[in-house]
């Protein structure tokens, strides 16, 4: 054996688990399995259910588990403290290797004996928890992007009552009754957000800066912090830009050329915030946004398009201004105006070079004697 893998299908109640081994041949083993409920008792449960059958601690041990929503995050909390090795998977890259494994059927069962044998045949990266500070921003902005949501969900109810032929005034006056009291909530979960990042010196440094760019708000740039726990586990601008779907997704074999667009298979919350800011800095002509939006819908003329690629722009932007500490320079994107620069002899012909030398044009006597060095060395070409 070279690796143990440990596989745990998690849901709301309970989960679970598989334990594998693989030895040198590549060959998946499954050493036991078993079922717990999702909750402390079953946490403690599943440690010491691993101490017992994780017999060769000499060996390294990965634990693989779904991303199901927030259900993962106590238990992976739980074994990460505990010093285990945790990978989280997407549930679409899970449900893609077990159909590349030829499985017909689905249950949790057979899920966590697929996932621990993917983790034990590659090698998953590790998850690290998110900073306590930045979980707290996050339930912030993920609550005032639901209440926005629920506000124009509200108001399009408003709109059809008001423009309906037979109109209910108790309707209407609930939904109106109900707007303004979303509307305070707003007003509190920004507030709260504000004083949430105030409360972090370092972070409200990076975000004031950050918020240099015209059109980019506190609420943009928390989301996206919030959301990628302060660009901690990023290693460059790719995989950032992969993380919120704007990688973008060719279709194309032989003859047959389909449309390229971003993959969207990313943090959705991301984009959104995005979308508004793409929209301002365009709006208030900054640079170099606008001139990256110009020069894309004139090559495109979609408008929609162009404005994704300054959301990706902007992104990659926030990104840049947060790892260097600096504010958002509007002129250090404008091209300076150079002054003509003096042509070198390379860019004339042999004569035209001797011609206009600057020593050569204030004598008028050695004139005669260049044309006839010149004409020589025309006859030698």
Not at 10 to 18: D, L, Q
Not at 214 to 236: D, H, M, Q, Y
Not at 306 to 330: C, E, G, H, P, R
């Amino acid at each position: 054996m070279i690796k143990y893998a440990l596989g745990i299908d998690i849901s709301m109640k309970s989960f679970h688990v598989c334990l594998s081994s693989i030895d040198s041949v590549q060959q998946v083993k499954v050493r036991s399995s078993s079922s717990f409920s999702n909750n402390s008792s079953g946490f403690k449960s599943l440690h010491q259910w691993l101490q017992k059958h994780y017999t060769n601690a000499s060996l390294p041990l990965v634990i693989a588990m779904e991303a199901t929503g927030v259900y993962y995050e106590q238990c992976a909390m739980f074994l990460f403290k505990l010093g285990y090795n945790v990978a989280i998977v997407l549930p679409n890259k899970a449900k893609k290797y077990l159909q590349a494994t030829g499985l017909k059927s689905k249950n949790d069962k057979i899920d966590s004996k697929g996932l621990s044998r993917m983790a034990a045949e590659q090698s998953l990266e590790l998850w690290q928890p998110m900073d306590d500070f930045f979980y707290q921003l996050r339930s912030l902005t993920r609550q005032h992007q639901s209440l926005q949501e629920l506000k124009t969900s509200v108001s399009n109810q408003l709109h059809a009552q008001q423009h309906s032929s037979c109109a209910n005034k108790v309707v209407v006056k609930q939904l109106k009754q109900l707007i303004l009291n979303i509307d305070k909530q707003l007003k509190e979960i920004g507030q709260a957000t504000k004083s949430h990042i105030k409360g972090n010196v370092k972070v409200a440094e990076k975000v004031d800066k950050i918020c240099t760019i015209k059109g980019v708000s506190i609420l943009t740039v928390a989301c996206i912090i919030a959301e990628t726990n302060g660009f901690i586990l990023f290693k460059n601008i790719n995989q950032l830009v992969s993380y919120t779907g704007y990688d973008v997704v060719e279709n194309q074999s032989g003859k047959h050329v389909g449309k390229t667009r971003i993959s969207k298979k990313g943090n959705g919350h991301i984009r959104r915030a995005l979308h508004m800011p793409a929209f301002n800095v365009v709006r208030y002509n900054v640079t170099p946004f606008i001139n990256l939006y110009e020069r894309t819908l004139q090559r495109h003329n979609i408008k929609m398009k162009s404005y994704v690629a300054v959301q990706k722009k902007l992104l990659i932007m926030i990104y840049t201004l947060w790892y260097k500490n600096t504010a958002f320079d509007n002129s250090f994107h404008q091209k300076p105006n150079r002054e003509k620069e003096p042509v070198t002899s390379s860019q004339f012909s042999f004569a035209e070079a001797v011609l206009n030398h600057p020593q050569q044009k204030n004598s008028a006597s050695q004139k005669p004697a260049l044309h006839k060095v010149i004409n020589r060395r025309n006859i030698a070409v």
